[in-house]
Every structure is written in structure tokens, then in C-alpha cells.
Nanobody
Framework: QLQLVETGGGSVQTGGSLRLSCTAS????????MAWFRRAPGQEREGVAY???????IYADSVKGRFAISREDAKSTVYLQMNNLKPEDTAMYYC?????????????????WGQGTQVTVSS
């Protein structure tokens, strides 16, 4: 099973940028599809971006054109570049791996999760 550690969260103003990193250990992550989710206070966790082992990507409509997911298999790391951040992007961001098929936004389809990193965007 993979162990995932997210870093890169922080506080920025509207329009700012952050890059989140998720580093995997304990297995061979190049074979895994991975995703970023987020949970805002009082809301359910939602899928933000997904990348499969071939590098194909999918985004939630709310972040298209602003966020970019990428993977660097040599470093066992997946990134989430977040640009033009908005207050509604404020949430705890989680990395997920080992997708079992189905809808990529279904958190039940992932077996490995990180502890999360907080992103706060102020207006």
C-alpha cells in the first residue's frame, strides 16, 4: 500500500498561486492513477483533478483553466499547480492513489490517502 504525504499548502490572496506536492512511498506509484480532492468546511470532499499512469488528465469544471495536475514518476510525486486562486478554493486538499475504476470523483474508489494540506485564499 502507498503512503502519501502532501505539502505546499498555505495562505494566499485572491489571484495568487500555490503548488501542492504529493510524494508517495511504500510501493511503485508509477503504476497508479492519482487524484487531488478537497474538502471545504461544511461540505463533502470533491474531486479536483485526476491523472492516470499514462499522463491523461481530467479536471473538475470549477478548476479548469486554473489548475494543472502533473506527475514526476522519477520522484514518485504528483503536483497540483493552482493559479488565479479564489476564496471558494479554500479547503483542505488531499492526495489519493490506487484508483480502482469507475468515476474518478468517487472517493470510495481510492485505497490510499494523504493527511491533507490546508489552502486558504483571502479576498
Amino acid at each position: 500500500q502507498l503512503q502519501l504525504v502532501e505539502t505546499g499548502g498555505g495562505s494566499v490572496q485572491t489571484g495568487g498561486s500555490l503548488r501542492l506536492s504529493c510524494t508517495a512511498s511504500g510501493d511503485t506509484p508509477i503504476y497508479y492513477s492519482m487524484a487531488w480532492f478537497r474538502r471545504a468546511p461544511g461540505q463533502e470532499r470533491e474531486g479536483v483533478a485526476y491523472v492516470d499512469s499514462a499522463g491523461n488528465v481530467i479536471y473538475a469544471d470549477s478548476v479548469k483553466g486554473r489548475f494543472a495536475i502533473s506527475r514526476e514518476d522519477a520522484k514518485s510525486t504528483v503536483y497540483l499547480q493552482m493559479n488565479n486562486l479564489k476564496p471558494e478554493d479554500t479547503a483542505m486538499y488531499y492526495c489519493a492513489a490506487d484508483f480502482k475504476g469507475g468515476r474518478w470523483t468517487d472517493e470510495m474508489r481510492y485505497t490510499s490517502w494523504g493527511q491533507g494540506t490546508q489552502v486558504t485564499v483571502s479576498s
